[in-house]
Nanobody, 123 residues
Framework: QVQLVDSGGGLVQPGGSLRLSCAAS????????MGWYRQAPGKQRELVAI?????????NYADSVKGRFTASRDNAKNTAYLQMNSLKPEDTAVYYC???????????????WGQGTQVTVSS
């Protein structure tokens, strides 16, 4: 089985920084893309950032976080990171990671989700 665990959320003042982690564990054969989503109260879940698993790790970001958030990954640790700088109150949400993962014994990749981690930006 596969498990994704989000961590690193918390309360931070506007302008502050946080670093989220997403660790995958279990019978992993390969990991494709890894992404970060967020969901604020009363709003739909939205894509924040995505990073591919091949080559240099191509990244793409929502317009609202470009220049402030940076996604990265450590393939040796099966872990993705989201460095969030210059945080704003509107960044407050539950952040979820997801990843396309193939398990040992299967060549198909399925999407898994982390449990979410709360980020609150407030003075």
């Amino acid at each position: 089985q596969v498990q994704l665990v989000d961590s690193g959320g918390g309360l931070v003042q506007p302008g502050g920084s946080l670093r989220l982690s997403c660790a995958a564990s279990g019978s992993i054969l390969s990991i494709g893309f890894m992404g970060w989503y967020r969901q604020a109260p009363g709003k739909q879940r939205e894509l924040v950032a995505i990073i591919t698993g091949t080559g240099s790790g191509y990244t793409n970001y929502a317009d609202s976080v470009k220049g402030r958030f940076t996604a990265s990954r450590d393939n040796a640790k099966n872990t993705a990171y989201l460095q969030m700088n210059s945080l704003k109150p509107e960044d407050t949400a539950v952040y979820y990671c997801n990843a396309a993962i193939a398990t040992i014994g299967s060549s198909l990749q399925y999407t898994y989700w982390g449990q979410g981690t709360q980020v609150t930006v407030s003075s």
